[in-house]
């Protein structure tokens, strides 16, 4: 049973892997620009009272409402279908945009101001500054709370199984639907969520001693 259960589980894990994926890219471009838009230093009147209350909207709800907005609410806005996919693709993305523009804020924060008052006086321009000086050491400061961040991206995409995603909750589901088999079928699915998670961290860690 588990040998038949194994390809549908694995191929399911690639669905979430592809929906974690692209949602950690988008929300990391995004999360990113707001957070640089947002910090002390080059904080943008207007546009960060605006990212405030971004932030404080996605952060204080579900999850499940954001996914049910962009799959039923979305559509009647914008006029057109969106796909179960694209739309969890999407309600991942501006969940992880929230909370990295977080991590990406407080990181730049802790940073001394006497860094940028010593890149301005080596005449260095501030996307100079930002690439060379302060990104890199923000970077070392985030990377922790990035990885953890992309860890429960990985496993709040099971949340997708309720607009229909085929994602490897769904699918495990049923598969015990049909064969009845619970314990083996959710323990595999256990331990392939956690090789999943596991493989960032450790590709993240090497990253950080990298760095």
Do not use: H
């Amino acid at each position: 049973m588990i040998e038949s259960a194994l390809p549908l589980l694995l191929k399911a894990a690639l669905i979430t892997i592809e929906a974690s994926a692209l949602g950690a890219v988008f929300g990391s471009v995004f999360g990113v620009l707001m957070g640089l838009a947002s910090c002390n230093r080059l904080k943008v009147p207007g546009i960060s009272q605006l990212i405030a209350a971004y932030v404080t909207i996605i952060r204080g709800t579900p999850m499940f409402i954001q996914l049910l907005f962009v799959y039923f609410a979305l559509p009647e806005i914008i006029g057109v279908d969106i796909a179960p996919l694209p739309a969890g693709v999407i309600a991942l993305s501006i969940n992880s945009a929230a909370y990295l523009s977080e991590i990406v804020r407080g990181g730049l924060n802790s940073i001394p101001s006497g860094q940028w008052e010593a890149c301005e006086t080596l005449g260095y321009s501030t996307s100079q500054a930002l690439i060379y000086i302060i990104l890199p050491q923000a970077l070392k400061t985030v990377l922790p709370a990035i990885t953890n961040e992309f860890s429960t991206l990985i496993k709040e995409s099971s949340i997708l199984m309720v607009i229909g995603v085929p994602e490897l909750v769904k699918t495990s589901r049923d598969i015990v639907a049909r064969e009845l088999k619970p314990i083996e079928i959710y323990a595999l699915t256990a331990l392939i969520y956690l090789i999943m998670t596991s493989t960032v961290a450790f590709f993240t860690k090497k990253l950080e001693q990298k760095i």
